[in-house]
């Protein structure tokens, strides 16, 4: 896509801190890191969201996160723990509309963190959320 930054990163016409280079998969240094080493692995083919990607896409590009993630631990860097992020859809706080999966290396003080729902709901109600969302997947959910 021509006015695609993660594109033209993939093409060369952008700079980036490259990573890892496959034939389908790129993986670079975020600019605004969340902490040290916070990197983007995207998949070379352009996908806006998730509903875009091709499946063997997304399975390449969770590798690759899953290696570099592997990788990390065993780095330089300082990372005692590892979280993978993807933000699909403005809502989720997707700010660039070519698929990128977050690798996002952490320690115990970094400050960075997901907040979790302190209470739990009923089972009713984990039941119908359930529920719905097996009905959105039809029988692939079954
Ligand atoms: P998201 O909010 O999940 O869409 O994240 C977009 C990420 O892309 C942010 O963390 C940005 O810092 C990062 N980003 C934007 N432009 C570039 C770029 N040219 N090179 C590397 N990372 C970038
Ligand atoms: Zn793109």
Do not use: W, Y
Not at 98 to 125: C, E, I
């Amino acid at each position: 896509m021509s006015d695609c930054i993660f594109c033209a990163i993939v093409a060369g016409t952008a700079p980036a801190s490259v990573v890892l280079d496959e034939s389908d998969v790129l993986a670079f240094m975020d600019i605004r890191p969340f902490t040290p080493g916070h990197l983007l692995v995207v998949p070379k083919r352009h996908a806006s969201g998730l509903a875009q990607l091709d499946p063997e896409d997304g399975a390449k590009v969770f590798a690759a996160g899953q290696r570099i993630a592997t990788a990390l631990r065993s780095s330089a860097l300082p990372v005692d723990g590892v979280n993978l992020f993807l933000a699909d859809g403005v809502a989720a706080g997707q700010e660039v509309f070519h698929v990128h999966l977050h690798v996002v290396p952490r320690t115990a003080r970094d400050g960075f963190g997901v907040r979790a729902n302190a209470q739990s709901p009923t089972r009713t109600v984990l039941d119908g959320t359930a529920d719905a969302i097996r009905s959105a997947l039809g029988s692939d959910g079954a």
